[in-house]
């Protein structure tokens, strides 16, 4: 069993920065896909950038792509989202959550973390 604890978040200005971290409670990496996601009010929850198990290639979202880096600290077990320029529209809670390799669907997640952009 894993368990995820997100961190980082708060309220910014249009323009600003915040990284965001996702600490899990032991190693995953290469064996999980791990990812970030979204969900803001009235929204449904969308994918923000993910770094698949194997290959360990990391892809974006079309908002999120040019602004946001999603990264890995295997030392600290962390996951963590770089993220600049931030808009109004990001304004949302923020997860990270994980799947093994060979499951269709992410099975553990954290509590979330707030961020609210205006």
């Known amino acids: 069993h894993v368990q995820l604890v997100e961190s980082g978040g708060g309220s910014v200005q249009a323009g600003e920065s915040l990284r965001l971290s996702c600490a899990a409670s032991k190693y995953i990496h290469n064996t999980h896909t791990v990812t970030w996601s979204r969900q803001g009010p009235g929204t449904e929850r969308e994918g923000v950038a993910a770094?698949?198990?194997?290959?360990?290639?990391?892809i974006y979202s079309d908002s999120a792509k040019g602004r946001f880096t999603i990264s890995q600290d295997n030392a600290k077990n962390t996951l963590t989202l770089h993220m600049n320029s931030l808009k109004p529209e990001d304004t949302a809670m923020y997860f990270c959550?994980?799947?093994?390799?060979?499951?269709?669907?992410?099975?553990?997640w954290g509590q979330g973390t707030q961020v609210t952009v205006s």
């Open positions: 770094i698949y198990s194997g290959d360990g290639s990391a």
């Open positions: 959550a994980a799947r093994p390799c060979d499951m269709p669907s992410y099975i553990y």
